[in-house]
């Protein structure tokens, strides 16, 4: 949610502001703005929508000069989308600019007691209370004022500040929201994400909660709340400046698509060494693991469908009682505990507050944490007791696709590492899955190859009103996303069911010409989830199934089938997922939907 980017140094900063900005657009579209100090004050433009609008307003950036400044794209939280409630958001003065990702808890606290010293807002923002909760403490001391401020503000929060009284520094503050520094060859520069300045350095400061970083032109310095030094390392990004573009694509959602096999294959490679499952940073010998007698999964959205699947998983492999929970309930629940259980939480980002939430109150009650994410140096990777990291790279399109594999195939691995330790299964067992894993980036590619009849499918379905999207098992999981997948780009309705549910409510809403999709690919439930399809057909729906290949029966019942290559039955959802993505996709884009970024949501949820 909601994106920051701010440089201090020797160029135009409006530039690298919107070109930062322009990174991390899928954090947030609903407005954008900019602030740089030009050598007299602190100028600024704000403009609604989508940043291409506020790059026509400054004539892309040539209109705010000056080589000090912040920018912010909003997803909003307080505050319909305006130009008013756009980043930043000033002191009455406007001689204190401020840009925030996060949310102020107790905004409504602190705003009544401002202006019951007489300060007046002018937008609905929970930031502005921070515009003036600074100018309330500054003395001359902008640290000063930073420190005291922290200590009344609660919730979640990435700042970047300029104060008009000190033109030389820029000053960044992080609670429970990602913020980075980087120092480049003619400046320094924060954001809220490695994209957005990797294009000027490679190294990269992660700062941590209540740590603030004061930045001049040619340094970096990092203070914790009490505002004593503190000694920070840098982080070296790995990978590619040309991984966060659209080589060619017309998307990055299709990018991403595409990219799925070398991802799934990046994850597996540094795991299976010389036919064995080698996971070193589980950090668990095999008798810790077979003293694990449950497991909690733990995540929201698709990483969520991760984790249902891997219920299935783990449970059929490694025989040990599987969890899972929505992140956002976990807490509420008052869950049970105990000594034996492990937390697996499940975040691409690694910020996602509300698993975030649950991590934190698992480590309180001592239970141990593993952490399945996607960003090296995130909160989760930081605060778990061990992190399996997905190698996909870097994801720009709202609607994940190839994290959501990657974190797949993390899960396969270490349902048969547990397996292994537990004795559950056999080694011969083990080696035929293992050839099986190794085939899925081949067999993906093969599906991919094919996208152009379901292309055409797509096109007949763009004006569809509801869609369902039916399973048993862990075909069920895969429908769970197939659903979302399409009702998040392309806005349709659509719903996920457990096949056998149908009967009881569900197949009431059935009417001719409602798309029915049926996944099917696990063969001991083949006649029944058939069965279900029947009863959808003579009701007048018309079936797309996605099933395994050789199944030829499910023609009796299925319009459309698309078939995927044979595999494991643990691992089907790795294949049958493709289809649906495509799907998705070119409905999506039939109905001239932004794909890349879906209205009324942003890539990284960092508020709960």
């Not at 976990?330 to 649950?358: K, N």
């Not at 696709?401 to 004795?423: N, P």
Request: net charge negative; with cysteine.
């Amino acid at each position: 949610m909601c994106g920051i980017v701010g440089y201090i140094g020797a160029k135009q900063a409006a530039p690298i502001l919107l070109d930062g900005l322009d990174k991390l657009e899928y954090r947030g579209y609903d407005s954008a703005g900019m602030a740089v100090y030009d050598g007299k004050k602190i100028q600024f433009a704000k403009a609604r929508g989508r940043l291409k609008i506020l790059r026509e307003l400054t004539h892309d950036g040539a209109k705010l000069p000056g080589c000090l400044g912040i920018g912010h794209t909003r997803w909003a939280t307080h505050g319909v989308p305006s130009n008013t409630n756009a980043h930043p958001h000033f002191n009455e003065a406007e001689t204190i600019a401020v840009v925030h990702n996060g949310i102020i808890e107790n905004y409504a606290r602190l705003k009544k007691m401002l202006v019951g010293k007489g300060y007046r807002f002018v937008s609905e923002t929970d930031t502005e209370v921070v515009a003036h909760l600074l100018d309330y403490y500054y003395e001359g001391d902008p640290m000063d004022a930073i420190c005291k401020a922290m200590q009344r503000m609660e919730g979640s929060y990435a700042l970047g500040i300029i104060f008009m009284d000190h033109p030389g520094r820029l000053y960044a503050v992080r609670k429970d929201s990602p913020l980075i520094a980087g120092k480049a060859e003619d400046g320094c520069l924060i954001a809220s994400d490695v994209p957005a300045i990797l294009k000027y350095t490679r190294d990269v400061y992660f700062l941590q909660n209540e740590e603030i970083v004061c930045m001049e032109a040619g340094q970096i310095n990092f203070f914790n709340i009490d505002k004593d030094p503190i000694e920070k390392t840098a982080t070296t990004i790995e990978w590619d400046v040309s991984a966060a573009e659209k080589a060619g694509y017309e998307h990055f959602m299709l990018k991403e698509i595409y990219e799925q096999p070398k991802a799934v294959l990046d994850t597996l490679n540094p795991r299976i060494r010389n036919g064995k499952i080698e996971i070193e940073e589980l950090g668990m010998t095999d008798e810790e693991i077979r003293a694990i007698h449950k497991i909690y999964m733990v995540a929201c959205g698709s990483a969520y469908h991760t984790a249902v699947t891997a219920k299935y998983v783990f449970e059929g492999l490694a025989r040990i009682p599987v969890e899972t929970d929505l992140a956002s309930e976990f807490r509420y629940r008052d869950p049970i505990l105990d000594e034996g259980t492990l937390l697996i939480v499940v975040s691409q980002s690694g910020e996602t507050a509300d698993t975030l939430a649950a991590l934190r109150e698992a480590k309180q009650r001592g239970v141990r944490v593993l952490g399945i994410v996607n960003v090296v140096g995130s909160s989760i990777a930081r605060e778990a007791d061990n992190v399996m990291y997905t190698w996909a790279g870097p994801e720009i399109a709202v609607a994940t696709t190839k994290a959501y594999s990657t974190q797949l195939v993390a899960e396969y691995l270490l349902a048969m590492k547990f397996a292994e330790a537990r004795g559950t299964v056999t080694q011969q067992e083990i080696d035929d899955m293992l050839l099986d894993l190794r085939r899925l980036p081949q067999q993906i590619e093969l599906l991919l190859d094919h996208k152009e009849k379901l292309q055409r499918f797509a096109n007949r379905y763009v004006a569809a009103r509801d869609v369902f999207f039916i399973g048993r098992g862990i075909d069920y999981a895969i429908s769970l996303e197939g659903s979302l997948k399409l009702k998040e780009i392309s806005y349709i309705h659509s719903e996920a069911y457990a096949a056998g549910e149908l009967k009881h409510g569900t197949i009431s809403l059935i009417e001719e010409g409602t798309l029915v999709a049926a996944v099917v690919t696990q063969k001991d439930l083949y006649k029944k989830t058939i069965s279900n399809m029947v009863e959808v057909k003579t009701r007048g729906a018309f079936l797309l199934a996605v099933t395994n290949e050789g199944n030829t029966e499910v023609e009796k019942a299925a319009d459309y089938v698309v078939y995927i290559p044979e595999t494991n039955k643990y691992f089907t959802n790795s294949l049958a997922v493709i289809p649906l993505q495509i799907f998705s996709y070119y409905v999506a884009l039939g109905k001239g939907c932004d794909v890349d970024k879906p209205r009324n949501l942003a890539k990284s949820v960092t508020v709960e």
